[in-house]
């Protein structure tokens, strides 16, 4: 079967309501390079109410593709426009009375999508996105209730063995020393008898150090909180030491370590709101000066020792004498 007859069929099925004239304008053009040229002022692909799809409306969508890609992705937007225009009006009908309010809703949209577009385009222009250290470490110092844990965190070591395991006495008092270099040697102990362990250099949360260890309720991590720097736990032939180097309660301050991506992003969060606030402020300041704008609410709410005696009893009900 050609391609001509194929694209013939396809129209044919989907497009009944065209005349032959269009259908065959729309066949020859797909079927070459679908560029609808000799087809933008002819019969609609579609008509729903008073709306209609021409070609010249969609002929964007087929820039590279091949005509049966082309004819395929026409028949199914056609197939989406019809039924979306059909749920417009269904629409239309079943809200007459809200016609003004979606249209205050729409226009606010588009408002918003404007500005939207503008700050940003604004904003990209001119932000300066480099944070220094030292800027970071200022932002820190003088905002420390920013900056507080709402769980601890944790440094150490997770080692274990199996019950009766022949070094454990030497691996307890390494454990048990408080001295880094005693730590290391634990370390060392689990990587030579390939010894699951896991090391907690940087900053973590609890729950990260105890998934590495038998489930524990909130009661029991409480607990192993408390005997820092030293804890352990059996369970069945296992037995693990948990070594905790350094320990950060709830509501102390978050290291800046873990603190500078936050920092930097809040930053340059501050920087773009002062680039729209000065944007804002030009943009006011020169049309006052070009009297593009006037601004009369001073006048309305001038304070009443400004006004006259004669204008305040005037709004006065029954022209009463004013109480003091």
């Known amino acids: 079967m050609s391609l001509e007859l194929l694209c013939r069929r396809n129209l044919l099925r989907r497009f009944k309501y065209l005349t032959l004239l269009g259908l065959m304008g729309i066949l020859l053009v797909g079927c070459r390079d679908f560029s609808f040229t000799s087809f933008m002022r002819g019969e609609p692909l579609a008509t729903v109410g008073d709306k209609k799809l021409y070609a010249e409306d969609v002929q964007t969508l087929f820039a590279g593709m091949t005509p049966e890609d082309s004819l395929k992705l026409l028949s199914s937007y056609v197939d989406s426009w019809v039924k979306q225009q059909l749920k417009i009006q269904q629409a239309e009908l079943a809200f007459p009375d809200d016609q ?8 606010d949209y588009r408002n918003s999508l404007l500005i939207y577009e503008y700050e940003k385009q604004y904003i990209d222009q001119r932000l300066d996105t480099a944070v220094s250290a030292g800027e970071i470490q200022a932002y820190y110092e003088t905002h420390p209730d920013e900056f507080r844990l709402t769980v601890p965190l944790i440094k150490g070591v997770v080692v274990r063995f199996p019950v009766g395991f022949r070094q454990e006495g030497q691996m307890r008092i390494m454990a048990l020393s408080g001295r880094a270099d005693r730590l290391q040697d634990l370390v060392d102990v689990a990587m030579k008898n390939n010894l699951p362990f896991r090391e907690f250099t940087d900053w973590v949360e609890l729950g990260e150090m105890t998934a590495f260890l038998p489930r524990q309720s909130e009661a029991e991590s409480a607990r192993m909180l408390a005997s820092a720097p030293f804890y352990e736990v059996t369970q069945g ?7 905790m180097t350094d320990v950060l309660q709830a509501g102390s301050l978050i290291p800046l370590s873990r603190a500078q991506s936050t920092i930097r992003t809040l930053i340059v969060a501050r920087r773009k709101q002062e680039l729209v606030r000065q944007m804002e402020d030009d943009l006011l300041n020169n049309a006052l000066l070009r009297k593009e704008v006037r601004i009369e609410v001073d006048s309305i709410i001038a304070p009443p020792e400004a006004q006259p005696i004669e204008e305040i ?5 029954n022209n009463q004498e004013p109480t003091e």
């Open 237 to 243: 032939d296992n037995r693990h030491f948990i070594v």
């Open 313 to 317: 009893l005037k709004i006065i009900p």
């Open 100 to 107: 003004e309010r979606i249209t205050r809703m729409v226009d």
